[in-house]
Structures are given as C-alpha cells and as structure tokens.
C-alpha cells in the first residue's frame, strides 16, 4: 500500500522489520494447509529441529504467532509469580518497555540506570546480585541488541557475571533484533528464555515470535504462579512433539519461516554475521566522515544491525527522515524516547548487500544536504574505500 506512486523500489531501512526476500515471498504465496492434517505434522517438525540452529540450542523452540511484545510476556509468564523481584537493565526503549511490561504483569522490576549510549554492564549486574543475599532476585532481563540505540550487550559476560556472584536467577535474554544478524549462543553462553522476533535477521513479515526455553526455565515454569494461557509453553512443547500446535499457527508465516532458515543457513551463520560486522562498520566509517556522533559510545558494544546516529544541536533528526523519504523514498528509523527527533538510526540487517548499503549511505547524504545538516560529504567515500579494500 502505498499513499503515492513512486518509481523504483521503497528502501525500509529502518532496524526492522527488515526487507523481505523475493524467495520468502514466494514461500509465502503457497495454498494455506491443513493445520490438523499429516502434511502439516512432517513440516512442523522440520521447522521446529531448523529454528534451533539459529538460536544455537538443541532446547525447546517455541514459535507463538505474535509480535516479539507477546513473546516478552511469555518468558516473564511462564518463569516469575506475582510479586517476584526481578533485576532488568536500561539500555534503552525496549529494556524501558520490557520493565514497564514487568510493572503492569505484577513483577517487581529493579532497574540498573544506564545512559542509552552502551549496553548492560556485567559488573554492576555481580555487584547488585552479590548484594542479595536472600536470593531474592528470579531473573535478570538482559536487551541482547537495543534497538533504540544500536548498542549490544555482551550476553556471555553477563551470564558470568550471575555465576561470580553465586546467584540462582534465571537469564532472560531479548534478541528480537539481534537474532540471524549477530552471533548469537542459547546453549553456550547460558540462556534461560531467549526472546525473539520474525521481522529482523529472520527477514520475515512481523507476525511470528519465538521462546527459546533451558531445561532450568522449563522447571521453573513448573513453580511459576503468573497466569497464563495462550503463551504457556507446556500445551505447546506438547503438541510440537509431533509437529503440531495447540491452537491454528501462522501457516504461511512458517512456509517463509522455513525458506528463511534455508537461506541464512545456505549462506552460513558465519558468513551472515561476518557480512553484517562488514555493513556495520563501513556504515560507521560514513558516520564519521560526515563529521557526525554514532549513539553508541563504546566500541565492544556496537550493534552490526543498525546504528544509531546523533543530530548536532539544533537540527532536526526527524526533519531529515521527512527529507529522505520524500525525496528518495527511503525509510529511517526514528529516535525513540529520549532520542526522539535527536537521532535518526539505520537498519543495514537481514537481507542487504553492500550495494544497497552503499545506495542507503548516498541517500543520507544527500538528505543531509537538502534538510541542511552540517557535515562533510565524504561519507560515502569512506564507506566505499573500507567495502572496496582502501581504507
Ligand atoms: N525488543 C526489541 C529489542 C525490539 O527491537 C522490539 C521491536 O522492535 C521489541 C522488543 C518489540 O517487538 P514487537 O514490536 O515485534 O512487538
């Protein structure tokens, strides 16, 4: 749908949802099954045993035909009863959103204050589980990648951190955006309940979302005393034994599911995350030369799906996404919160090659010319020079 004719392609370069490739389309565009049926039960399975391999785990996957809100709500359901403490950290937007979510289900949310410019800092996160002796703390809730922002946290220093200070609570971990674009270990690095969502490195419409669930979080489901119905996992692992769901799936969503997967592990999740390190920091390199400010203010936290970059004093961040997508049809991302209209963020996730990224560079920096933005034109130039060998 669009308000308008434009010629050429829309560029949604926003940090998700990311673009859709041809091949998934397609997928999708394929006669709705008998969700009962025994085709369906052969699919589901095959799905169910692929989608492991992105969230590196041989644990239950839960697939729940909802956005990555609803798959929020069911790692904090499914683990915590009311009343329970829970340690979360601000990074940002979605940390904020997760914590407010915490409020409104019961839980008691403490909140680790961060400045929005880095991710989650194990130390604080030892030091504050040190100092409760009781054990009183049931999870921690870690924004693997803040999308508001473009910082990461190290998830395996955080789960170090809870192991040197003794502590019993559950990892809880969002990876809505960072999922299939950024190394990512389940198993490996000690997760509880990995939270995620179709729209990002999966490169699927929004719609699906996902619970990767440790044998540790599934026995604490068993004590949980939230309530809960359509996001309990157990009438789910249940019925995904044999391929199926207790209630009708998103059947078409899991045909794109399914080629999606197929495609990132065509490719190899090596190479998907080496590709993206790649269009992170030539995108980083034109931030600079343009004499601008990446949000993110600690290199080991850069995110390789999007970058978040600030406006000087006095201009407008939103303004300059107005430019852009009137004149070149290409969609930003906005600053939320806090950074609302004071940065702007760019998505270079999922499905991009260094020809879009260097087609998304030159229309920033043209925007910023026409929205009258202070920098130096040479953006471009850098990124090119770091993607072509020069730099
Ligand atoms: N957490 C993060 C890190 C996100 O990026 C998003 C969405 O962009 C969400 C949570 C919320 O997911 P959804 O909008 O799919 O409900």
Same mark, same amino acid.
């Given at each position: 749908?669009?308000?308008?004719?434009?010629?050429?392609?829309?560029?949604?370069?926003?940090?998700?949802? %990311?673009?859709?490739?041809?091949?998934?389309?397609?997928?999708?565009?394929?006669?709705?099954?008998?969700?009962?049926?025994?085709?369906?039960?052969?699919?589901?399975?095959?799905?169910?045993?692929?989608?492991?391999?992105?969230?590196?785990?041989?644990?239950?996957?839960?697939?729940?035909?909802? %956005?990555?809100?609803? $798959?929020?709500?069911?790692?904090?359901?499914?683990?915590?009863?009311?009343?329970?403490?829970?340690?979360?950290?601000?990074?940002?937007?979605?940390?904020?959103?997760?914590?407010?979510?915490?409020?409104?289900?019961?839980?008691?949310?403490?909140?680790?204050?961060?400045?929005?410019?880095?991710? $989650?800092?194990?130390?604080?996160?030892?030091?504050?589980?040190?100092?409760?002796?009781?054990?009183?703390?049931?999870?921690?809730?870690?924004?693997?990648?803040?999308?508001?922002?473009?910082?990461?946290?190290?998830?395996?220093?955080?789960?170090?951190?809870?192991?040197? $200070?003794?502590?019993?609570?559950?990892?809880?971990?969002?990876?809505?955006?960072?999922?299939?674009?950024?190394?990512?270990?389940?198993?490996?690095?000690?997760?509880?309940?990995?939270?995620?969502?179709?729209?990002?490195?999966?490169?699927?419409?929004?719609?699906?979302?996902?619970?990767?669930?440790?044998?540790?979080?599934?026995?604490?489901?068993?004590?949980?005393?939230?309530?809960?119905?359509?996001?309990?996992?157990?009438?789910?692992?249940?019925?995904?034994?044999?391929?199926?769901?207790?209630?009708?799936?998103?059947?078409?969503?899991?045909?794109?599911?399914?080629?999606?997967?197929?495609?990132?592990?065509?490719?190899?999740?090596?190479?998907?995350?080496?590709?993206?390190?790649?269009?992170?920091?030539?995108?980083?390199?034109?931030?600079?030369?343009?004499?601008?400010?990446?949000?993110?203010?600690?290199?080991?936290?850069?995110?390789?799906?999007?970058?978040?970059?600030?406006?000087?004093?006095?201009? %407008?961040?939103?303004?300059?996404?107005?430019?852009?997508?009137?004149?070149?049809?290409?969609?930003?991302?906005?600053?939320?919160?806090?950074?609302?209209?004071?940065?702007?963020?760019?998505?270079?996730?999922?499905?991009?090659?260094?020809?879009?990224?260097?087609?998304?560079?030159?229309?920033?920096?043209?925007?910023?010319?026409?929205?009258?933005?202070?920098?130096?034109?040479?953006?471009?130039?850098?990124?090119?020079?770091?993607?072509?060998?020069?730099?």
């Amino acid at each position: 749908f669009q308000t308008r004719t434009t010629p050429g392609r829309h560029f949604l370069q926003i940090p998700g949802p %990311s673009n859709v490739p041809d091949r998934v389309l397609r997928a999708m565009d394929n006669p709705t099954m008998d969700h009962r049926g025994p085709d369906f039960g052969v699919m589901g399975k095959m799905i169910l045993d692929k989608v492991k391999k992105v969230f590196q785990t041989e644990s239950h996957v839960v697939i729940y035909p909802a %956005s990555g809100t609803g $798959a929020w709500e069911a790692a904090l359901v499914n683990t915590l009863s009311p009343g329970d403490r829970v340690l979360m950290c601000e990074t940002g937007w979605f940390a904020s959103l997760w914590r407010e979510m915490a409020e409104k289900l019961d839980i008691r949310p403490e909140f680790l204050k961060g400045d929005w410019r880095r991710g $989650a800092e194990p130390a604080r996160i030892e030091e504050y589980l040190r100092a409760d002796k009781g054990h009183e703390i049931k999870a921690v809730c870690v924004v693997h990648n803040e999308t508001s922002t473009g910082c990461t946290s190290r998830i395996a220093e955080v789960r170090a951190a809870i192991d040197a $200070a003794g502590h019993p609570a559950l990892l809880l971990v969002d990876t809505i955006s960072g999922l299939a674009s950024m190394d990512y270990r389940h198993d490996e690095w000690g997760v509880d309940v990995t939270v995620s969502g179709s729209q990002k490195g999966l490169m699927l419409p929004p719609g699906l979302s996902f619970n990767a669930v440790s044998a540790k979080a599934l026995k604490a489901a068993d004590q949980a005393k939230l309530p809960r119905s359509f996001w309990d996992w157990k009438p789910m692992i249940a019925s995904n034994a044999t391929g199926y769901f207790p209630y009708t799936p998103a059947t078409n969503m899991l045909y794109a599911l399914d080629t999606a997967l197929d495609m990132l592990l065509e490719e190899g999740l090596e190479n998907v995350f080496a590709r993206h390190d790649r269009m992170a920091e030539a995108t980083r390199r034109a931030v600079r030369a343009w004499g601008l400010e990446v949000q993110c203010q600690e290199p080991r936290h850069y995110s390789s799906v999007l970058t978040g970059v600030r406006l000087p004093e006095g201009h %407008s961040a939103n303004a300059l996404r107005a430019a852009i997508v009137e004149r070149f049809n290409m969609s930003l991302g906005n600053g939320l919160g806090q950074l609302n209209d004071r940065v702007f963020r760019i998505g270079h996730l999922g499905d991009i090659s260094e020809l879009q990224l260097m087609a998304t560079l030159s229309g920033i920096e043209m925007g910023l010319r026409i929205a009258g933005v202070p920098h130096k034109p040479e953006g471009v130039r850098a990124a090119m020079e770091y993607l072509t060998g020069n730099a």
